[in-house]
């Protein structure tokens, strides 16, 4: 059970209201949870969880199905917390299918299925400048967080300072990313 670890994490994550670390945690349980049910079927318990369930549901021993139940309330819990409300309704939709039909549960759902009343007009963007020292992990923390499936939208943008630049290589292409929203400035311009 290589899983369990990891869900206890997710667990932990949550209790703190540490999102975005439980997020990871739990999608990798669920993951290696998945794999161990279907072959293969990781990405999709986590993708499509109504589809992966459609075709394991029939196999699932008590203990699994109970188990499963968790993750997927644990999961709703945390998008919800990450704001990601429509997909949290998916995940408790999957605990109640379950067997987690209880009123809790059919509380949380109906809550993440409310259409939000007219909200605030915000018109700030949230911005998170990363900065350091040569080999500090700039490139490295934002590789992480541009591959960790946490329900976020992501802009990039890169000053790179000298003549050759050479961060835009590194960073690696995640599956969101292609040529055409990379923007590289160079000397702190865009040309």
Not at 35 to 53: H, M, R
Not at 128 to 136: D, E, F, N, V
Request: charged letters at 30%; proline letters at 4%.
């Amino acid at each position: 059970m290589a899983w369990a670890e990891e869900f206890t994490k997710a667990q932990e994550a949550l209790k703190e209201e540490r999102f975005f670390d439980g997020v990871q945690y739990i999608n990798s349980c669920m993951q290696l949870l998945g794999n161990e049910l279907c072959d293969g079927a990781g990405e999709k318990i986590v993708k499509e969880p109504e589809d992966f369930l459609n075709e394991v549901e029939a196999k699932l021993t008590p203990e699994t199905r109970a188990t499963l139940q968790h993750m997927f309330e644990v999961r709703g819990d945390i998008i919800g917390g990450l704001g990601a409300n429509k997909r949290a309704a998916v995940d408790y939709n999957c605990a109640v299918r379950l067997g987690a039909d209880t009123p809790e549960i059919k509380e949380k759902k109906a809550k993440m299925e409310e259409t939000p009343k007219a909200p605030k007009k915000n018109d700030q963007v949230p911005v998170t400048i990363i900065t350091g020292y040569l080999g500090s992990g700039k490139t490295t923390l934002l590789n992480r967080i541009l591959h960790e499936n946490h329900g976020k939208r992501i802009a990039v943008i890169e000053n790179e300072f000298g003549e050759v630049g050479i961060d835009d290589t590194l960073i690696e292409m995640g599956p969101m990313t292609t040529e055409e929203n990379i923007v590289e400035m160079n000397n702190g311009c865009i040309c």
